[in-house]
């Protein structure tokens, strides 16, 4: 094992361990003590707002695949599409749901499907309609702009893996939606997120739909985590260049 | 019940084995490793199967409810047939008539489509210089000193510019950048740790049960 292993293998015993005593931590963690963060109180808002004025919800999940370094992005953006999903079946409506790649397309069929399952309240609901749109970076952008133009589009979410294609997107959901909201965490997309968005979810913000809006303990704790390791990283970083001065 | 745990074993067994793999280095954990990466880009390649079906059951059932996108929807389709008939019949994505098809039509249409790329970005940036708090004010002199700094007309309004430019870019864009970065690997691992350690199962049915997952 050479030195960098060592250091990620420290790092992730590290976290795990900080990630279980932050889980038990947090149990007792009010909303109220969280820093807020305005694009999740604006997503609430933005639900209500479409099911108000019966129009759709597009939730677009990026194009990353889940077997590729990008799957972590997508599975936070599936957890911001769970609570709008379950939001929207209380009233018998359900996104509309757009990705830009096959495997995210089943995971996001398979969540939409499994919510409008467990939450059926009687009223006649709306069938998901999850498509997949293509595979290419720039067909994925005229598919999402197609949508976007044609379809009676009140909110579009744009949350997950993207490139330069966000800000096609992104235009042409300024000029069509009434409220867009954006989220990722690659920093050369993140101009574009904030140029076209009334708010944005930026870096690891987008990490933390499941505890904002589902409040799951183990994101809680997940969140108590990265905090300390971001803080020990800092001392580190600190400690490291005072060393080095000095010496 | 059993499915669920079948499935939740599955998923942690293969990701501790590949995860291992990367810390340990023995010839036969390796090999199981690569083997079980190999069989996920099988799968991952079925996936996209169902995508396929999908976009064209989605475009069948437009074009039979008579919709006004019809046109649309049969365009794709015909596309769609003709270039995988294509590639069957001329011998497979590296033929020269697929080539053919890349250079020719898939290209130009997608340097076409990116080229408005430098129009929207005109429009974001008009929006983004509107200045209305003390971040927007700013951003704008600091958008606006970069984009003096960047060009020759910049230097010769005043020599210092190109180097206050560049001490933006090294000095607080990099940090910056750096503390989007550190955030993100952080929230990747976290990410990442709850799948392997089977906290996050996006793979099994947990809606009938998850009671911490209530509405906000």
Known sequence: ?247 | MLGRLVSVSVAMGVGLLVLADYFVADVQLDALANRLIYIASIVAAFALFLGLANLTRFHLNRVRARSPERPYSLILLIALTASITLGFVSGGPTSQWMQYLFENVLSPMQAALYSLLAFFTVTATYRAFRVHNVESALFVIFAVVVLLGQTPVGALLWEELPTIKDWIFDVPVLAGTRGILLGVALGTLATGIRVLLGVDRPYVDETGRDTHGHLP
């Open chain 1, 1 to 247: 094992m050479n030195e960098t292993q060592r250091m990620l293998l420290g790092l992730l015993l590290v976290f795990i361990v900080t990630l279980v005593i932050g889980r038990y931590r947090t149990a007792r963690w009010r909303p109220a003590e969280w820093r807020a963060i305005f694009a999740f109180d604006r997503l609430n808002k933005a639900i209500q707002r479409a099911i108000e004025q019966g129009r759709a919800l597009h939730v677009t999940l990026g194009r990353g695949s889940l077997w590729t370094g990008a799957a972590m992005d997508s599975l936070a953006s599936a957890e911001v599409l769970r609570p709008i999903a379950k939001h929207l079946s209380l009233t018998g409506q359900m996104p509309l749901v757009t990705t830009g790649d096959a495997t995210l397309h089943l995971l996001a069929e398979d969540q939409v499907h499994r919510i409008r399952r467990s939450l059926a309240t009687g009223l006649p609901q709306a069938k998901p309609d999850v498509r997949w749109l293509t595979a290419t970076p720039t067909a994925y952008a005229a598919g999402v702009m197609g949508i976007l133009a044609r379809e009676s589009v009140e909110v579009n979410v744009m949350t997950g893996f993207f490139g330069a294609e966000y800000l096609l997107m992104g235009e042409a959901g300024v000029q069509r939606v009434g409220v867009q909201l954006g989220g990722a965490s690659e920093p050369a997309v993140l101009p574009f997120v904030v140029t076209t968005s009334r708010a944005a979810l930026l870096g690891e913000e987008l990490y933390t739909a499941g505890a904002y809006l589902a409040h799951k303990p183990w994101h809680l704790g997940s969140l108590w985590a990265q905090d300390i390791l971001r803080w020990l990283i800092a001392v580190l970083v600190l400690v490291v260049v005072i060393i080095n001065t000095l010496l």
